[in-house]
């Protein structure tokens, strides 16, 4: 009998699950640990497939396996085997130090790529790689795509703050334009219908709220009420069957003819067939196509001012160009219940949450700081000897370009992951995941070696120094000052925290071997000494005191270093590799994710999905913003050289504030956005995933390029790095230690990071420079 049963289970997989992997609700698993294989399966068609079968009586309410259209995924490690822990959804519980954490996923591919985010040395992408379908999304993403065409119920009074400041900004002289137009138009006498439209639109752009401009043939008697909704159902094939095999008792429905009114027929337009038209297109539509472009773009910049952008955009596309006659401009009442399309219709000028805006899956703000990159491009290559622009503006420009371009690459590398294997994903993780820091790291080390100074190896080192800093300290103390206001108290897996503090203190321990070595080793030089020869009682007194290996035994402190800095380049990429085993395939338990829709879904792949980023566009996109990635760095380390040498400030300082953290700003807002979803595991792993990268990706890549292309960068820090480093690792290794943290204890990293940032902004300028 077991048999049979085992059997019927099997095909009742194989019929309606054979392309759905299923998951094991966690309570259910607790109570029946041995049977999620055998009898506690239930396999239920859609209505529209036939009846449901199930395995036994007993198996009812324990596992549904049915097609849905959003995708439910349960995560070990990336790629372990499947494995189930006794948890409650959306709750931490220990598993042999381990936690099971549940996301959320809308389709396969987002399900991939959330599994890749808690992939040890995958890039963390909290941004969607697919496009939401437009039912699924709330009502504030809904109304920031809106094309501003809806009228709809108004809900309190349009006289806010925002349009206040929009008539400040943009109503009068907008206005003003048309005003000064209409004339023009009269004065012409066949262009007498285009000057009462500028006069309409004058007085429309003084105050455009609660106000709707349609077109003459398209104005109805509105109802004043919010009439019902009725969907007329089409009917298929197997409603056709339904009724045919209906019983003969029941009582069908009598088809009513209803007359219906035929529409007015539509007479043909002969707007572009008149001459008031061309002059209109000749005299006013120009000045007016530059006044509402200029209004564009100042509006789309500031991004929370987009809704007059658009009211901009629609003007000039569709008003201007319609037949002045047909344009009618009534003001909306307040008791208007019915939601109908009209040209335009705008209620508010600014929009706080404009920031979660997106085109095409392109952030605003990345999409917006491009045009800044080509500027930067243009003006950095055009104007070589400052003639319009300076050094340090150039300087600025250059850096704040790298910021889109960072978030491009990362929104690149996320969509190739998601939509390819594991081997794929982690080649180009592998790839174009440090790319942004070593194009400036190696153009910084060629300039100063064409220049035959030292102070840019200084500036290098100090920017790697400032990367692990800030991604040891700030990344994730902002992440928990951020999360623990909102969620009080968070949790997170102290298991694979672990696993990164190791791998940190491995890196550090490695990465300063050298400077250790030649503080051991190294002769002490002091510059700088004064004495008062035959005056015993006057004591010597040294300055800049430091340790030079020069000085030393050339020959025998110079073979040792360079023999233990090759070595040690080859054991972190190594310890890194371990590091991928360990958490990616022996481990793969210590990640325990569980990714469903949040309604207690299981295992589907039958999503429907639409891509941003086809995986052929997003490497291209990699392949362009790593070239420009190069253009930026060049100009950036030309035109710094003013800052390094007339500044006030040291030298550590830039290099560990400026040059360490923009190009990590993407990163920074990730690992927020992670907290405030009480996700803090992938805040912390944001910052620790960058820094292992530092010491075991990118310090071994500059020195094998220094062995090829000789450069002069040596692995030996100054004691301040040192040092600086050494603590943080320390402090950040007891924080991680109990698996739960709250502000105080980002609060507490943040103050320390700030007080080394003080450390170094007080610091003298490194001897080279």
Not at 267 to 296: D, E, M, N, Q
Not at 316 to 332: A, G
Not at 603 to 619: D, E, N
Not at 727 to 747: A, E, H, P, R, W
Request: aromatic share 12%; glycine share 6%; proline share 5%.
């Amino acid at each position: 009998v077991s048999l049979l049963n085992l059997q019927e289970e099997s095909s009742c997989l194989k019929k309606y699950c054979s392309h759905t992997e299923t998951s094991v609700e966690p309570e259910q698993h607790h109570r029946f640990p041995r049977r999620q294989c055998q009898t506690d399966f239930l396999c239920v068609q859609h209505p529209e497939l036939g009846a449901a079968e199930t395995s036994s009586p007993d198996a009812s309410g324990h596992q549904f396996c049915h097609y849905a259209p959003k995708c439910f995924l349960t995560i070990h490690g990336g790629l372990g085997a499947s494995q189930s822990t006794p948890s409650r959804y959306g709750e931490d519980v220990w598993h042999e130090g381990t936690t099971k954490t549940t996301i959320r996923a809308e389709n396969e591919v987002e399900a991939h790529k959330e599994a890749n985010n808690y992939k040890f040395g995958f890039r963390k992408w909290k941004g969607h790689v697919t496009e939401k379908p437009y039912e699924d999304q709330s009502d504030i993403i809904k109304e920031l795509h809106s094309d501003l065409s809806f009228v709809k119920l108004q809900e309190g009074s349009v006289a806010t703050f925002g349009n206040v400041v929009y008539v400040i900004i943009f109503g009068w002289w907008i206005s003003l334009i048309y005003f000064l137009i209409c004339p023009v138009m009269f004065l012409t006498i066949i262009g007498a219908p285009y000057g009462k439209l500028c006069f309409k639109m004058a007085w429309y752009f003084i105050w455009p709220f609660g106000k709707s401009i349609e077109k003459a043939c398209d104005v109805v008697k509105r109802p004043v009420a919010k009439p019902p909704k009725f969907e007329d159902i089409p009917e298929d094939s197997e409603n056709s069957r339904e009724k045919d095999s209906a019983p003969l008792l029941m009582s069908s429905p009598i088809p009513v003819m209803i007359p219906i009114p035929e529409p007015p027929a539509r007479k043909t337009s002969k707007h572009w067939c008149r001459i008031s038209t061309y002059v209109w297109l000749l005299l006013g539509f120009p000045v007016l196509a530059v006044v509402h472009s200029l209004a564009c773009v100042l509006s789309w910049l500031p991004v929370f001012t987009i809704p007059v952008a658009k009211m901009n955009a629609r003007t000039l596309s569709i008003v201007l160009l319609m037949e002045p006659e047909d344009i009618q401009i009534h003001r909306l009442e307040k008791t208007f219940g019915c939601e109908s399309r009209v040209i335009l219709c705008c209620y508010h000028a600014f929009n706080a949450y404009y920031y979660k805006y997106t085109v095409q899956g392109i952030h605003i703000f990345a999409l917006n700081l491009l045009p800044l990159v080509f500027i930067t491009l243009i003006i950095g290559y055009a104007d070589r000897e400052h003639n319009f622009c300076s050094a340090e503006t150039k300087f600025a420009t250059a850096i704040t370009s790298i910021i889109p371009l960072s978030y491009y690459i990362g929104m690149g590398i996320a969509s190739i992951s998601a939509q390819s294997n594991f081997a794929v994903g982690a080649v180009v993780n592998a790839t174009f995941g440090s790319i942004s820091e070593m194009t400036f790291y190696i153009t910084a080390l060629l300039h100063g070696h064409h220049a035959g100074t030292k102070c840019y190896e200084e500036i290098v080192k100090a920017a790697l120094t400032g990367t692990l800093l800030g991604c040891i300290l700030f990344v994730p103390g902002i992440c928990m000052i951020i999360g623990g206001i909102k969620h009080r108290e968070q949790r997170f897996n102290s298991r694979s925290a672990g696993v990164s503090s190791a791998l940190l203190f491995i890196s550090v321990g490695g990465v300063f071997a050298p400077t250790i070595f030649s503080k051991a080793f190294g002769s002490l030089v002091c510059e700088s000494c004064t004495n008062i020869p035959g005056n015993g009682s006057v004591p010597f007194v040294c300055k800049d005191c430091h340790y030079d290996t020069s000085q030393a035994i050339p020959q025998l402190i110079l073979s040792h270093i360079e023999p233990l800095v090759y070595t040690i380049s080859v054991l972190l990429p190594a310890a890194y590799l371990i590091g991928l085993i360990f958490t990616l395939k022996t481990h793969s338990h210590i990640y325990d994710i569980h990714i469903s829709d949040g309604q207690g879904g299981h295992v589907t792949t039958a999503g429907h999905h639409v891509v941003h980023w086809s995986r052929w566009r997003a490497l291209g996109v990699l392949i362009a913003a790593t070239i420009l990635m190069a253009c930026c760095a060049d100009l950036s380390t030309r035109n710094i050289e003013p800052i390094l040498t007339h500044s006030y400030i040291s030298q550590y300082f830039i290099g560990v504030t400026v040059l360490a953290m923009v190009p990590e700003l993407p990163e920074i807002v990730n690992g927020i956005q992670f907290a405030l979803q009480n996700n803090i595991s992938l805040s912390l792993e944001v910052g620790s995933c960058i820094a292992v990268q530092v010491c075991m990706i990118q310090i071994p890549l500059l020195i094998l390029f220094n062995a090829f292309y000789d450069v002069g960068f040596v692995l030996v820090f100054s004691d301040i790095h040192l040092w600086a480093s050494i603590f943080s690792v320390i402090l950040v290794n007891y924080i991680f230690m109990d698996g739960k943290c709250d502000y105080f204890q980002g609060t507490a990293l943040v103050v320390v990071y700030l007080i080394l940032l003080a450390l170094y902004f007080f610091a003298p300028s490194p001897r080279s420079c």
